[in-house]
C-alpha cells in the first residue's frame, strides 16, 4: 500500500519558500502521487476536483487572476482554499496577493513558492514523490550496488550475507542497506532499495558488533539507495541437489509484482563469495547488452555437431 510523507520534507527537498510560517505543516501529509494545476478551478469549476493533490498556480494561472477583479477573485479564492487542499505553490516567478495569504491563513493552507519554471518543477515534484509514496516492503537481506548493477543477496540468517558485502567493500564497490532492505516499486520496471534511517550505512559482523562502513572506508564505500537489478540468493551445498550449471533459463523472483533475476548460489568452504557476485553482475550486464555467454556456448556446440555430421557424410 501506498504511504504518505511529510508536507515539511517536499518543502525541503524542492527547496521551497514557505509564505505562511505560522500554520503548521509537520502534521500535514500529501497522500498521492499527482498534482494538480487548478486552471477550471479558478473559472468556478470544482465538479471532479481532486482535493487531496498539491496544487500549482503556473504563470498562466496568474496572469488569468491578474485580469480579474477583486470582487471576482475573492470568491475563488475562498472555495479552492476551503477544499483544504495540502498547500498550494506558486512557481515562475509569481506571487500570491494579499487576499490569497490572509485566505490561505483563515483555512490553514500553507502558500509556497518556487522561482522554477513550472514544467520541470512539476516534472520533478512528480518523480520525488512517485518514489516517496511507492508501494513498499521490508525484506531481509543485503543490497550492494557492484559495477552499477544493484545486487541483493539473500539467504538464512548467518550464512555469510554480510561478510560477503564487506569483501566487495574492500573490493571498491558500494553498501546500499544491511539487514534490512525497504524496496519500493516505482514503476512497472523498477524496484528501488534504500535503509532505514536507523541502520543506515552499518554492517552486522556476528563475532565483532556493529561497524559503520562510512567511517572505516569512507563515502566512496556507500550509497544511499539502489535499483535492485539482480538477486542472489545463497544457500547450503546439496550434494543430492542439481545445479544450474549453464544458464540458459533465467530464473526469476518476484517483490510487489516486478520480476528481477534471481541466481541461487551454493555456499562450500573455498569459494569466493565476492568474485563470484562480481562475476554475476558483469554477466547480467552483458546479458542486458545483448551478450549471452551460455547461449554463445550453445550455439557452438551446435555448429560443432553440424559440421561434424557434414564431415560423416
Known sequence: MSNSVALSKLVERMKLENLTPEIEISSKRINTTEVNRPALQLTGYFDHFDAERVQIIGYVEYSYLEHLSREQKLPVYEQLLACKIPCLIYTTMTHPDDDMLELAKKYEIPILVTKRATSPFMAELIRWLGVELAPCISIHGVLVDVYGEGILIMGESGIGKSEAALELIKRGHRLITDDVVEI??????????????????????????????????????????????????????????????????????????????????PIRPGRNLAVIVESAAVNHRQKKMGYNAAKELYNRVQNSLMKSREQEK
Open 184 to 265: 519500493r516499486k516505482v514503476s512497472d520496471a523498477t524496484l528501488v532499495g534504500t535503509a532505514p534511517d536507523i541502520t543506515r550505512h552499518f554492517i552486522e559482523l556476528r563475532g565483532i558488533g556493529i561497524i559503520d562502513v562510512k567511517t572505516l572506508f569512507g563515502v566512496e564505500s556507500v550509497k544511499n539507495t539502489g535499483n535492485i537489478d539482480l538477486v542472489i540468493k545463497l544457500e547450503e551445498w546439496d550434494r543430492d541437489k542439481e545445479y544450474d550449471r549453464l544458464g540458459l533459463e533465467e530464473e526469476y523472483i518476484e517483490f510487489l509484482g516486478n520480476k528481477v533475476v534471481c541466481h541461487s548460489l
